[in-house]
Each structure stands twice: as C-alpha cells, then as structure tokens.
C-alpha cells in the first residue's frame, strides 16, 4: 500500500472494494457456527464464504477486517441455486462500529455465478446422493426450504411456483446448472447508500450483459477507490459508473447529518404509529431486536430510525444485521439495536429470546411490534403522529404503512433490475466505437446537443448510440432522479420534524447544565463523581404530560453523553451534531421568544420544511463537483478476459494502490481548505480524538456498553469469554452507579427535610430510577441463561426456588423476624410478630390480582423487597441454593461469579439505609390486611374498658372505615384497599358499663404485607367527666423504625413523621403542674412561624410530592399546637372546683357575649363588617358543639383551627376574640393575646396561607355541617 494511497483515504468516496464467495480450493466447508439443519437438502444448507479479493491491502484509517467483512457481506454464507431458482441479484448494506464509536458502512450486491468447478459440483452431488438415501420416499417439506427459495417462488407468483418448491431441493449433476452466491461489496466512510448501489449495479450489469464494458472493470473500480473524492460539506459529486453517471450530495456543517436510507420505506413497513412506539423505546436505552427476512430492510429500518434521534446519538451496542454465528449476542445484559434475520415459515412464539422482559419486538415482515410492559409515551404523540402523517400525505405515504404497498415496490424495483440487466440495448460498443466514445463521453457540447436536439425532436441517432442511451433510457433516468429527489426531500422533512420537536423539548437545557471543572483534565478525571445536569431543576420547569418520558430520558446514557459534549465544548470544538442543534435553538430564541410560556405544552410544528428541502434540491439540480472519468490502465494484455456471467479475476498490482498524484482533484482546493476539510472529516466522522479523549470515551462512558459491537473477527472461545467478562463488569458498574444514584438522591432528599440544602429528587425521578433498578436486574438474571422460561427470568428463577423450598418447608430456613414489633410499650403489649420470609413476600405479590404477567410480578417482589429493605437479603438466600444457580445459569453467567456477585448484593445492601414507599405508592388499588392493637396505661387505669371501644385509620389514599373492637380484645385484623401512607387514626368508645373511662397510651397499626408499623401516640383519658371529656380522640401517626437502637436509626433513617401532641406536652397546657413547662412567648412566636412556613413549603411542592397536610395542621409541631401554645400563654387556667378551664371555654364564652351583644343590638359601637365576622364565628363554633361526635374541648378547639385554616377566617377572627371583654377575667395582663404587638404580626403571619387552597381530612370534618 503506497503512501499516498492511505495518506489520502480521509477525502476517497470509497475505502475497499470487496470480492467474497467460493474458494474452489478449499471446497465446501459446513458452517457450524451459522447453527443450520443438516436435516435440509444440501442446496438449502450454509457453507463457508471467503473474502477472495480485497483492493487496497489496508489503510491507515481504517484497517482492513476480514472476518467481520466476509460475515457482514455474506451473513449466512454461501447460497447455492440451480437454474430452476430464482436467481434475481439482492443488494444490502452493514456497518461495522469500532471500538471508539466510529462507523464504516458496506454496501453489498450479491449475485449469483454459474459453478464451473468440477470438484464442487460432484462434492453436491455427493452430498445430495447422501441426503437423498437417508430420506429417501419422504417429500421436502415447504418449510424446511430457505428464506430464499420460498421469497423467491412466491415473487413470481404463478401457479407452479408450490411444484418448484418440491423440486427446487434437489441437484443432478447431469441435468442441473449449480449457481453460487458471490457478492461484491464497497466499504466506505459515510453512508453514500443510493450512489453506492447505482454504482454496484452497474457493476453487475457490466458482468452479465453479452457485451463487454466499454473499460476493463479495473478502470471503474480505480476511478471509485481512488479518483473519486468524498463531496465536501454542503457541495454535490458527480462520478461515473460503468454506464451512466451517478450523483451524490452531502449536507452543510448547519444542517442535519446525512441520510441517505429510505425514511419512506420505512413508514411504509412499520407504519407512523409503530414508529413512534419504537422511537420512544430506542430513546429510554431499552433492548430493541429488528426481525425480517430481508437484510436491507433490518439496515433500512435500523439506520432510518437512528437518524431521527438527532440530536442524540445511540450509545450502546449496534448491530443492524447480526450475522446467525453471532446469536449468543442476544445474551447481551445491557440496551442493544440488532437485527435479526427470519427464516421463512418461522412463527414469533418459537423464537426463543434470552430476554423479554425490556425488549421490543419489531418484526418488520410482518408490520407488528411487541413494546414492553410500563414504558411512558413520547409527549404530545397525538399531535406529532399527525404532523408527520401530514408530511407524508404530501408524499402519498399512507400514515398506517402500507405492506402491501412496499412489497410491490421492491418487486417493481427488482423487475427494473431485471430489465436492465436483459437490455439489449444497453449501450456497451464495439472495439472500433471505443475511441470515439471515450472521446466524447461526458462531453458538455455533446450533452447541450442531445438535449437541443431532443426538444426540437431531431433524431440524432448517432450521437445518442455513442452517448449509450435511447431517448427511452433518458426518461427513464430523468424518472428516477425525479424520485431520488422526493426521497430526499421526504427524508430530510420527515428528519425536521423530529429535529423540531427536540428543539422544543430541550430549548432551555443550558439553563440546567452544571459547569464545574476549571480544565478538561481535571473534569474528566472526576467525570464520575460530578453532577452535570440540575434534574429535578429542568423536571420542573417542564409541563406536567412531559414529565413520565422526560424523567425517563434525562437518566439515558445518550442525554449523558450530550451534556457531556455540552460541556467539553468549552475547551474543544463543539460535537458536530450539538453544534447543529445549538444553532438552530439560538436562531429559534431570534424569531420566536419563548421564555413566556416555558411551561405550556402547547405543540409547536416545524416552520422550516420547505427552506430545508430547497437546499437538497439545489444541490441535486446544481453539480457542484466532477470526479475525474474511469480511464485505461497501464494493465497487462491478456488478463481480466470478459466472460459473460463471470466476475473476472481482477489485475491486484494496478489495484493495489491509487495514482501517484492525485491533484487532478485535489488541487482544486486550495491547501487550507483541504486541511480543513480532512480534519472536519477526521473529527466528525471518524471520531479519531487525542488520546485524553480516546480515554474517556472508552473509560468515562463506558457505563453498560463496554461493547459499542460484538467483535466479528474472532470467534475463539478465549474471545467470547473475554466479552461476557466485559458484560459482567459492565453490569457491576452499572449496579454500582445506580445504587449510588439512588443513595445521593434520597439521602439529598432527607437533608432537605432535616434543614439542610435544597431538595434534588422527585417521587417521579425516584420512580424513575427504580424502574431502572428492575431493569438492570431483569438483565443480570437473564445474562448467562441455559433455557429460558417465561418473560421474565427472574420470576421463573423464584419460582424454581419457591418449588424446592416448599417440598422442604417442614425444614424451611427460618424466617426473618423484622424489628419494630420487638418494641414493648409501657404496659408489656407488643404487636405481634411479623413472621417474613423469601417465600412469604413471593406469596404476597402472587395473591395481588391486578399483576397480571410474569414481568410484573417481578417488578412488584423487588419494590416490596426494596420498601421492606430485605432486596439484598431475599436474593442472597435466593443465590445460596448453589444447585438451582448452577442448574439454571451458564458457567459465565454474572449469578455465578461470585466475587461479582457478593459485591452486586453489598451495593444492594447500602440501599436498607433509605426508606422506600416504592410497593405501597405503586399498588394503590390492591387490597392489604391491617392489625391494629390499642395500648392503655395500665398503671393508671384499666386495661379493659367495660364500654364499646372503635377505631378508624385514615391514610393518604383513603380510609378504613369504623371498625368496632370486640369487647376484652385490645387487638383487631381487617383488610381494606390500600391506604398508603397511614396518616391519623380515630380511636372513641360509647361510655357505657361501669368502667368506662379509659387512660390510652397509644394505637399501633401495621400493614402485614409491608410491614410498615405506625405509632399514634395518645397518652389522654376517653371518658366523661375525666380530661376534656372526650369519647373520641384523633391521633397523628409516626412511622416506626426497623431499626430497635434509637441512636442507629437517628443516623440511618428518614426524619420521622410528626407525631401526635405528646402526653407531657398535653399535662403542661392544662394543668398547674406542668406550668415551669411551658415555652416563653419568643418560642411561642417562633413554633407558629415554622409552622405556617412548612403549609406554604407544602404548597410549592408538585402535587405528587407533597407529604401529609393533616401532619402539618395536627402533628406535634403542627399549626394547631401552634395555636394553642398562643391561646394558653397567660391563660388563668387555675382549678375552679377542682375542674379544669380550657381554651375552649374562653371561646364559647367569648360566642355567648357577641349572642348577647346582636340582641341588644348595640349597633354604635359595632360596624356592619365587625358584626358579620363574629356572625360566621359564632355559626362555626355552634356547628362543632352540636356535632354529634364525642369531642372533647381540645378536640373542638382543633376542629375550629383547621376549619379556620382551610375557609382562609384566621386572621378575622383572632381580633375578634381580642376586643371581647371577657378576655381581661380570662387572661392575665403579660398574655400574648392581649399584647397588640404579638397579635398583629400574628395576624399577618397567618394571612400568608390565604392563597392556597386547603383540602382537610374527612376525619377532620366528619359530622359538622356548616
């Protein structure tokens, strides 16, 4: 290879040209790997191919890869045919990416060569002969023929295409003509697809026409490989084929990357609505596997989605066509694009896939799609999938698909094909004519003639044989660049579509990207560690319909890897396709000010359809550029004689490298330029960076895709190995990053409730990120797989567990025994035990009616496992009975690598450090069995109550209901739906029998499946004429710790919930006793601020992450105690006859004075406004007092705050209650009441909650009609 031949590849059009077939010398070689049925007639079987030729040796950019290139070209090996067979010529196309992310396309045209080899004809005969004697008498079934024979019978669509079928097996050496498959292949750098098959089939058509080309071969492939630049950015080529010339056109570094695969064939096998549903499943990084029978269809439908993702880029493993040698790939643990090629006859439930669980199915023959359980739908899709049915109604696409529509169009393209190659007229000339055509090919004067004379309808029948067309042809090709240019057009409309809704979405992501490192070094050193993106910031700022798909994307590795782009852009130039898509935002800022209505989804349509198909049009009708013609070589005499049908055994020394001087077409630009235009193209796209890049982008991103694509030219078992130890590492990785993730996340969270920062996560980002825990488990028990059984390869390996474990259950390993129900109250009761195990929580999600798969019930066991912090537990004993690990999983599987493994469960494990309500906020509508147990104080009163006692729980997604308790049981069970997290809990008896008063520590529930146990402290009497008089009590819950050391769980827990008032907190407001108690005016002051301030904190929370209102009203340090502390302050609450004086009869005498006073009607004192507040005061007071529920006086005061709170009356009614003269009898004269300095700043204070809209607990409101 010279020099000059690798110096100039970055600007050659093509790389290689490629021969692969037979090699006569080796013979027949089976194909083992490709994993065929040797049951099948040898016809039908799959032999080994060989690349027999390749020009140039090798380039430095792109060395030369010969195993993945002969697998790629012929991906299911040889084909053999006899003249019974359809031989029509099949073109497709592969890519190969390498390591560090860079593309090299092929473009492959496979043709079949008569077997002129005596040695392999009598080796099929052999074959045959063999075949035949063992299944001799039986019939060739129709579906043990291959893809080919029976796509192919079916094409032509007669009558005796079934009789074929029976025949088309066999071979007789005296009576059949043996073809073989051989295929010719162009390997470029970017993906030319329709100049590269233009090119390949003319080729072809050189081969098989009767007349040989107006060159030698060698000339043309010459011209390709080495004479023919690539197009410059935003410029159109022109280049000649061996017949006719071809153009190509590449976009401007402004406008989106080229694409030159049919988008409208892929509308019309996939249809608008299924393309969207794939779209968004390539978008949230899930497993997609492509199914056809046609390679070029699996490489159409992968590429044209690809391009639609600008401006992101699939980061993961890419394999549009993946050859049958490599299926153990589908194994891959971690987000894939594949293809995988039918076999004609196969049904979609024999497929056995190693993994469904996250997969989408995409069988493109057949225009139907499998999508996976739970995934969000792309914002606005109602809206988008008109938008771009519009676009391609213009085009007469129908927006369903068409299967029809597209199989009749590849059969009219392959009639054309076959038209052509049968033309006889197809211009090849004499030896004599070969002078003056080279003389005059290409020539502008001829050209301007031929068309003058074709308008004024001359026939210059001369000219026109010379130029090698008819006036027919001339049409013909005028016709297909007419639709060249539609595809064109459609494609890059279609593209902007897709562009503009991105734009939209992300019109604001700088606003949110954190720039932290002061160099490039030093951020990519700590890149792991470093927060680049302000989520939960950009999350809200979104409209609420975006947030299930955004929450989603944002945590891809393609969204990481553009803010990573983002953000290197500040040291190096920008990524080409960030710098396109900046562009287009700021010039969006220009025309259309957006900042007003950053939050509305109002959807937006492209505006710049038509300007962007204008410059293609430009380009196509407007040659930029000619390439240099194919010429004569100084070739040796003799050699590359034409035979018809043949490919002659090109000259490799004229081949072998390109002229010594290229400046025919390169001194056309000026050196600067040419600089320029080499290191654009080195830059973007050949991805070949200094080595700190290099590093980085194999080390920083590798996360879950160690393997960008299986390597294809090495299959030892030393190799596959060393890839599934790189799936192992990658998974590891990945459960490490995610756990953290998920650590930081919600410990941020709980610092934020403790004072500390501000808060950085959302239940649906936490959502988000368990979702993705369930995932990347359902990926790590399907890794390494002997058989797979159901969909999700977890749920079946816990089901073979609970098979075992229940044949043992007499000997069952002990069960777990959880902590908070080992806590005794005062009075010796406990709850309880809570008797958990592996099986028990497995049972538990098996008794759930509304799961419904396998998936899900997976799903559902990890939540519950993760909310009860026993995931790392359960699976530990889970992977200890070695036998069934060993029974299910291969020797690599990452289940049995134990290092792995014990560290995979120690990052679960960190996870026990958090509280998760990730079952119980899930599965809201499933029924949960509750046990409730009421502790009295023994000490001071009895443990059983002669009355009638009854409990009712609320939580935030509903109540219980009132549950009376049999009497002499401190201890009921009940199932109801579920009610979330429980919030407050009733408790009341009747105050009937002897011993009626009752002295109630607390009531502890517990929810038997989650094992979450609630507290709601009491310490208050229930009884007449004892306390307040309360039959009733409403009690605030507290959630209890796992954990039994109270100093362990103050480190490692979620700050609890607020409580209800304690007992000592209730002695010192209403008895002397306590008074040396009581907080001063300045905390009184300052427990009202908090808690007002945490109702409005409550408010600007979203909706769905708002915790209990109740809490904040009634907890401990809730509002109403707020209050009370206030009215109690100087409060002359002394004994009178030994009874109690409550705040609540300051208030209804306080109502009795202005009853009195609307009597007498002192009207001069009062003013019309003073007289209709202390009336809408008084009406609520009298509404609680005639309640017929048992409240007592602190109970009632309660009821007035919240009602007060919610119909926004507080602050009326406080100088209400101010200016009553009772209060000077009842207050002494230091009360904060009467203090006007406290009051007023009171009153503002309270005015700040008027503007939200509070909603109460019906517990709170029951019985008390307004």
């Known amino acids: 290879m010279s020099a000059t031949g690798s110096g100039m590849a970055p600007c050659r059009f093509a790389h290689y040209f490629v021969i692969c077939g037979i090699d006569t010398e080796t013979g027949l070689e089976p194909d083992e790997l490709a994993g065929e049925n040797f049951e099948q007639s040898p016809l039908r079987r799959t032999f080994k191919s060989k690349v027999l030729a390749h020009f140039p040796e090798t380039i430095e950019w792109n060395p030369f890869d010969q195993d993945a290139v002969n697998m790629l070209c012929m991906p299911k090996g040889l084909s053999f045919r006899t003249q019974v067979d359809n031989r029509e010529p099949q073109f497709h196309s592969y890519l190969i990416t390498r390591e560090d992310g860079s593309r090299t396309y092929g473009f492959v045209l496979t043709f079949y060569e008569e077997v002129t080899s005596k040695q392999i004809c009598t080796a099929m005969q052999t074959l045959y002969q063999m075949h035949h004697a063992e299944h001799s008498g039986s019939v060739c079934a129709s579906s043990s023929c291959s893809m080919d024979s029976l796509a192919s019978s079916m094409d032509e669509g007669d009558a005796t295409s079934l009789n074929k079928l029976h025949c088309c097996s066999s071979y007789d050496m005296s009576r059949d003509t043996l073809y073989v498959s051989k295929a010719l292949c162009l390997i470029t750098p970017l993906p030319f697809m329709q100049a590269c098959r233009k090119f390949l089939t003319q080729l072809h058509r050189a081969v098989s026409s009767q007349q040989p080309p107006p060159l030698p071969l060698e000339s043309y492939i010459h011209n390709i490989l080495y004479e023919v630049p690539l197009p410059a950015p935003g410029r159109s080529l022109k280049f000649h ?87 153990h790939f589908l194994d891959a643990p971690v987000p894939y694009l594949m293809g995988l090629q039918s076999k004609a006859g196969t049904d979609r439930s024999k497929l056995e896939l190693p993994q469904e669980a996250n997969l989408c199915f995409v069988d493109i023959d057949n225009h139907f799609i499998e999508l996976p359980e739970d995934f969000p739908q792309f914002p606005n899709k109602l809206e988008f999938i008109q938008e771009i049915s519009a676009v391609l109604l213009q085009f007469g696409i129908p927006p369903e698909g068409s299967l029809h529509c597209s199989e009749s169009a590849t059969q009219l393209k392959s009639l054309a094909l076959h038209d052509l190659v049968n033309d006889k007229k197809n211009g090849n000339l004499p030896g004599d004519a070969l002078a003056v055509f080279e003389l005059l090919q290409g ?24 130029g090698g067309s008819t006036v027919k042809e001339k049409d013909g090709r005028l016709q297909c660049e007419e639709e060249e240019l539609r595809d064109a057009t459609l494609n890059v409309q279609v593209r902007e579509v897709f562009a503009n809704r991105f734009s939209h979405m992300f019109a604001d992501y700088e606003a949110f990207v954190i720039q932290s490192a002061m160099d490039l070094e030093s951020w990519l050193t700590n890149r792991e560690q470093m927060h680049n993106f302000d989520k939960a910031s950009f999350l809200s700022d979104q409209p609420e319909p975006y947030l299930p798909f955004l929450s989603h994307f944002i945590e891809t ?65 407007k040659i930029d550029h000619t390439a240099i013609h194919p010429h004569l070589l100084d070739m040796k005499i003799g050699q590359g004689k034409y035979e018809q049908g043949f490919f002659p055994k090109l000259q490799a020394d004229v081949l072998a490298a390109g002229p010594t001087n290229n400046n025919r077409w390169a001194s056309r630009t000026g050196t600067a330029q040419r600089r320029k235009d080499r290191l654009r193209q080195h830059s973007e796209h050949l991805g070949l960076d200094n080595d700190l890049r290099e590093k980085y982008m194999q080390e920083a991103r590798s996360l879950g895709k160690n393997l960008r694509q ?7 078992p030393a190799v596959i190995a060393q890839t599934n130890w790189k799936f192992v590492e990658g998974l590891l990785k990945e459960c490490r990053m995610k756990t953290k993730r998920m650590l930081v996340e919600k410990m941020g969270h709980e610092a934020v409730e403790l004072g500390h920062g501000e808060a950085n996560i959302t239940g649906l980002e936490e959502n988000t990120l368990i979702a993705s825990l369930c995932d990347l488990m359902e990926r790590i028990w399907s890794h390494g797989l002997q058989v797979k059984q159901g969909k999700s390869a977890l749920w079946s390996h816990l089901l073979q567990y609970q098979e075992r474990e229940e044949k043992l259950e007499q000997t069952a390993v002990s069960p777990v025994l959880l902590g908070p129900e080992r806590r005794k109250s005062e009075t010796g009761l406990t709850m309880p035990f809570l008797r958990v195990s592996l099986i028990q929580d497995m049972r538990h999600i098996q008794n759930v009616s509304e799961i419904k798969t396998d998936v899900g019930r997976a799903r559902g066991w990890i939540r519950l496992s993760l909310e009860k912090k026993l995931l790392s537990q359960h699976l530990k004993q889970l992977l200890s009975n070695q036998a069934l690990t060993k029974k299910l999983y291969k020797r690599y599987a990452f289940l049995r690598c134990e290092e792995e493994k ?29 046990r409730a147990v009421i502790i009295p104080i023994k000490k001071l009163s009895n443990a059983i109550t002669t009355s009638n006692p009854w409990v009712s729980v609320s939580g935030e997604l509903g109540d219980s209901g009132v549950m009376q308790i049999p009497k002499n049981v401190l201890e009921i069970t009940f199932d109801c739906q579920n009610l979330g997290k429980l919030t407050t809990a009733q408790i009341g008896h009747d105050n009937s029998g002897l011993l009626a008063k009752w002295l109630v520590d607390c009531v502890m529930v517990r929810n038997e499946i989650t094992g979450h146990t609630y507290k709601f402290p009491c310490g208050r009497w229930l009884g007449k004429g004892v306390d307040d008089g309360s039959l009733e009590r409403i009690l605030i819950g507290e959630l209890l710790m796992p954990c039994a050391d109270e100093d362990l769980s103050k480190q490692c827990r979620t700050p609890p919930l607020q409580r209800s008032p304690t007992q000592t907190r209730r002695l010192s407001i209403t008895s002397l006793a306590g008074r040396n108690n009581k907080p001063n005016a300045g905390q009184i002051q300052e427990a009202i601020g908090e808690a007002v301030n945490n109702i409005v904190k409550h408010f600007h929370k979203p909706e769905k992450e708002r915790g209990s209102l109740t809490i904040l009203l009634c907890g401990e340090n809730g509002l109403v105690s707020a209050l009370e502390q206030f009215f109690h302050h100087g409060f002359k609450s002394s004994r009178i006859f030994q009874k109690n004086v409550f705040v609540w009869d300051f208030i209804e005498k306080a109502v009795a004075y202005f009853e009195m006073t609307d009597q007498i009607g002192d009207t001069e004192e009062e003013t019309e406004s003073f007289r209709s507040m202390y009336k809408v005061f008084c009406h609520y007071v009298n509404a609680i007092n005639v309640t017929p529920r048992n409240i007592g006086k602190d109970g009632k005061f309660q009821f007035l705050v919240c009602l007060g709170a919610r119909d926004h009356l507080l602050p009326q009614w406080i100088p209400l209650l101010v200016e009553c003269p009772l209060i000077t009898r009842m207050y002494e004269e230091c009360a904060l009441l009467r203090d006007h300095l406290t009051v007023n700043p009171l009153i503002r204070v309270l005015q700040t909650i008027h503007e939200f809209n509070i909603t109460l607990e019906s517990s709170l409101v029951k019985g008390i009609t307004l």
């Open 710 to 716: 299986p390597k294809l030219s090495d299959l030892s």
């Open 557 to 621: 590795q393609m969204f990481a890897t553009f803010i990573d782009n983002k953000i290197m852009s500040q040291w190096e130039d920008k990524e080409p396709l960030l710098r396109v898509f900046d562009s287009r935002i700021e010039k969006m800022r220009l025309y259309n000010v957006r900042i007003p209505n950053l939050r509305s989804s109002n959807y937006q349509k492209s505006t710049i359809l038509k300007e962007s198909a204008q410059s293609i049009e430009q380009r196509l009708m």
């Open 902 to 930: 014990e560290q995979f469960l120690y990052h679960l494990l960190t996870l026990n450090t958090v509280d998760y309500f990730c079952f119980t906020s899930v599965f809201t509508t499933i029924m949960i069995p509750y």
């Open 241 to 327: 084929g061996v017949y006719e010339p071809i153009v190509c056109q590449r976009p401007s570094p402004s406008e989106l990357p080229l694409a030159d695969y049919s988008l409208k064939q892929v509308f019309e096998l996939l249809g608008v609505e299924n393309l969207v549903q794939v779209f968004t499943c390539i978008l949230l990084e899930m497993q997609i596997l492509l199914y056809s029978q046609d390679y070029q269809r699996l490489m159409t439908v992968a590429e044209g989605i690809t391009t639609l993702l600008f401006p992101f880029q699939w980061q993961h493993v890419y394999v549009p066509i993946l050859p049958a040698s490599l299926l």
């Open 443 to 466: 020539n502008a004067t001829v050209e301007r003639l031929q068309a003058l004379a074709k308008r004024t309808g001359v026939t210059v029948g001369r000219v026109q044989t010379l």
